[in-house]
Structures are given as structure tokens and as C-alpha cells.
């Protein structure tokens, strides 16, 4: 803890506390730069002290210099509104880089399951209601919202998909040859063009077993959602029904599939389309999904997320299969096996 200054900590502590002496215990954290404490209070309750050191400009997709809300209480503020379970805001002391915010405990969903397996199949169908629920609340945002000021447009989509080519093949040196990098990156841009033209609403962008916090054994908490934006229907239901830190079968995730749409309120024929955007969409996030894991343990010495990178690849492997008569997906596919046979 040495090298961060906990004197903005415990100023924020005080005001709830005046006579309070800190005492904290660092918390692990993820991928992120972001820094957690585990701060107990006098009253015997605890908080979590969430340092950012990028300071009053934290995690910004888009780079605006004007603007003084950070995205994390921005759009924590718009979930609770209306009516997402976030963790409540105790303090704040963006100029230096700080927030107070309540303890949730450490079981995340996938935490939770560790412990107790048999609540898989609830809090998965819980998961994909809430997220029905929530897109349907916040397909109005307010006026200058940042999680309208951006999206996944076609040169996001495109950046992460390009990010597996970099990082998931030519830094593990398994650099395409010319007629397969012109061939991938012919259907990067395809693929990229058509996932941006789907019709947008609120994605959480990570909406996975990691950043869902299991309160009382039952309901979910939402975390991780500063990077907001507007995107496909389909991509928080990937990250949470692909996602790399889990394993489920292809029938458990029709169920889920068909659980959402009935929420959602969505006919026969959009639920077989939800499906079709579910695998497509699968093929785009979890490649780039994969080179992320390399760029962690190359850029930011966290060799952490390594064994993530096959089951990963994996999962890309299943969505194309779920694609055969699409003459792109073929393409990828002969491409991925020729590059990383031992992964495909």
C-alpha cells in the first residue's frame, strides 16, 4: 500500500466517521488499474475505498476534457434510476482520485457458484431478466449522457476484433501469411460493419460473472459498468452467457436465450435472430477477448488471464460452428485453424 496515498481515504472516512482511524486492507483486483480497500468503520459495518489513479478523468471511452462527472457515478446514477441494483456512494473525492462506495462482499456471481453450484441455473435466469428489464428502462437516456456520447460503432467493433490479430496470433508468433491477413481483415471489416448497423440500446459492456455481486443469496448488483455505451442487444448476453471464466452447455445457454426473449417480450421469428446475433457477435467479442488476455500478460505483467486464452478461442470455435452456411464465418474458420490449430 506504499505506494498510494490513503490520505484522501481517510478524509472520506472521517466525514462519515469524524473521530475514525483508518483502517484498511488491501482487496484484489481485476485486469483494471483501479485499486479497492477494504476499509472497517467504527460502527463494526465495513466500505470499500475504490482508488482510480488516472484521477478526475477515469476509464473515458471518448476524451472529454470538459467533462467533470466521472462515467462510474455517472452511470451509476442512471442504473439506480432506474431501478438497477449498484452499489450506494458513501463519498467522493474525484480530484484525487477516490470514492467511498458500500461493501458488497466478495461473492460475485462466479464466487458464489464456487460455493454454491446448485444456484447456477437461478441466478443465470435472474441475470438475463434483469438485463431484459434494464434495457427496457434505459432505452430513453437523458439528455448529454455518456453512455449515449458512445458507442460500438464500426471502428470500435473493428479495433477489437484487429486486437486478437495483433495480439492473440502475431505476438504469440503466429503471424498470418499475406493471403490470410488479407482475407481476416476483409472479413473484420465485414463483420464490424454489419454488428455496428443493429439497431443500439445500453450495454453494460462486461456483463459478466466477475461483475455481478450476489446479494443475499438471490437478487445481482451490477459492477464494472463506468464503460457504458450503446451496442447490440446480443453483447452483454454473450459476455455473460460466454463467458471466459465460465462452462455451460449449449442447451443451458438456449434456455437462458429463451428466458431473455420471453422478458424481453420478443416474437418467434426475433428470438431465432437473437440467436443467430448471439453466435456472430460471440465470434467478434471473444476473439478480442483472447488477444486482451495476451495484451494483459505482455503490457501489464499479469500472467493471471493466460489460461483463459484457449477456452476462450474455444467458445469462437462453438459460435462458428453455429455458422456454417456463412461463407465469412467458413473463411475465419479455415483461417483459425491453419493459425492456432492447437486451440481450434
Not at 78 to 83: H, Q, T
Not at 264 to 292: N, P, Y
Amino acid at each position: 500500500m506504499s505506494d498510494v496515498d490513503l490520505r484522501p481515504l481517510e478524509d472520506l472516512v472521517r466525514r462519515l466517521h469524524p473521530a475514525a482511524r483508518l483502517d484498511v486492507a488491501p482487496m484484489p483486483g481485476g485486469a483494471s488499474t483501479r485499486r479497492y480497500y477494504r476499509v472497517s468503520l467504527p460502527d463494526r459495518s465495513t466500505a470499500v475505498g475504490m482508488f482510480v489513479p488516472e484521477g478526475a478523468k477515469p476509464e473515458e471511452i471518448q476524451k472529454e476534457a470538459t467533462r467533470a462527472r466521472w462515467p462510474f457515478l455517472e452511470v451509476r446514477e442512471l442504473l439506480a434510476s432506474r431501478g438497477v441494483d449498484v452499489p450506494r456512494v458513501f463519498g467522493e473525492d474525484t480530484d484525487r482520485g477516490w470514492l467511498l462506495i458500500e461493501d458488497l462482499g466478495d461473492a460475485t456471481l462466479a464466487n458464489h457458484l464456487l460455493a454454491a453450484p446448485g444456484d447456477k441455473r437461478a441466478l443465470y435466469t435472474r441475470a438475463v431478466e434483469d438485463l431484459a428489464d434494464a434495457q427496457k428502462k434505459l432505452a430513453a437516456l437523458p439528455d448529454g449522457s455518456v453512455v449515449a456520447g458512445r458507442a460500438f460503432d464500426e471502428d470500435l467493433l473493428r479495433w477489437e476484433i484487429d486486437h486478437f490479430r495483433e495480439w492473440g496470433l502475431d505476438a504469440r508468433g503466429k503471424t498470418l501469411p499475406a493471403a490470410d491477413r488479407a482475407e481476416f481483415d476483409a472479413i473484420a471489416a465485414r463483420m464490424a460493419r454489419q454488428i455496428a448497423g443493429w439497431t443500439r440500446g445500453f450495454v453494460h459492456r462486461d456483463y459478466q460473472s466477475r461483475n455481478l455481486m450476489v446479494r443475499d443469496g438471490k437478487s445481482l448488483v451490477w459492477i464494472d459498468f463506468q464503460d457504458a455505451l450503446l451496442g447490440p442487444r446480443v453483447y452483454d448476453l454473450v459476455a455473460l452467457l460466454n463467458d471466459s471464466y465460465q462452462e455451460f452447455d449449449r442447451p443451458f445457454v438456449e434456455a437462458r436465450l429463451d428466458e431473455y426473449a420471453a422478458r424481453a417480450g420478443l416474437s418467434a421469428e426475433d428470438r431465432a435472430t437473437l440467436g443467430h446475433e448471439f453466435d456472430r457477435v460471440t465470434v467478434q467479442r471473444k476473439l478480442k477477448d483472447a488477444g486482451r488476455f495476451v495484451f494483459i500478460d505482455r503490457v501489464k505483467n499479469n500472467s493471471s488471464f493466460l489460461k483463459f486464452v484457449a477456452p476462450t478461442v474455444a467458445k469462437v470455435k462453438q459460435a462458428l460452428a453455429h455458422l456454417r452456411g456463412d461463407a465469412d464465418m467458413e473463411k475465419l474458420s479455415d483461417i483459425l485453424h491453419r493459425a492456432i490449430p492447437d486451440e481450434v
